[in-house]
């Protein structure tokens, strides 16, 4: 399957296996913790080494930052060719998988993993894995994707980000 094949109905009549909170069961997600170097200056938190090729990550073609307003859902995406691997450097962030990968041993599950400066971590999303993200922390949260193919907007899919699972979404109060 590709990601031109998937559709609205698709996705809403798939079986989701919606598993625990910042715990990756997604097939090929990787979630690493960053080093800070904290003193009396202030810190720097490392973004990428090429170190990390030795834990699942690869080389990137193509960087950007992107501010989300606080609230604000940015989903769902989804690629036929690239890598998305980001990290939050300012505020805290609710990411969502889902692996539409029909040959996954994962296929189905839905991930949801919180990222933030305050625990900063780079998570890796393969191809073919449905994501998006909630901004949780105001004004403004700032991620910086470090993707493995320059962008193309044909290798980008959108949908609605309540068309499938919209309670998914945090805070829930209770």
């Known amino acids: 399957m590709k990601a031109s094949d998937v559709t609205i109905d698709w996705l809403q009549n798939l079986k989701l296996n919606i598993t625990s909170i910042n715990t990756s069961t997604v097939e090929g997600v990787i979630i690493k913790n960053l ?99 909630k901004a949780l922390s105001m004004p403004e949260v700032i991620v910086v994707n470090l993707q493995s193919h320059v962008y193309t907007p044909d290798d980008e899919y959108k949908f609605p980000w309540d068309c499938i699972i919209p309670e998914i979404w945090e805070p829930v109060n209770g």
């Open 35 to 133: 080093d800070v170097l904290l003193d009396g200056r202030g810190e720097v938190t490392e973004l990428w080494s090429a170190s990390w090729k030795s834990d699942g990550f690869i080389s990137s073609e193509h960087v950007y930052q992107s501010a989300t307003d606080y609230g604000v859902i940015k989903c769902w995406h989804l690629h036929d060719n690239h890598t998305d691997q980001f990290t939050v450097t300012r505020g805290k962030l609710q990411v969502t998988l889902i692996d539409l990968r029909q040959d996954s041993p994962s296929f189905g599950h839905v991930n949801r993993i919180f990222l933030g400066a305050l625990k900063p971590r780079i998570i890796k999303i393969p191809p073919m894995v449905l994501h998006g993200w």
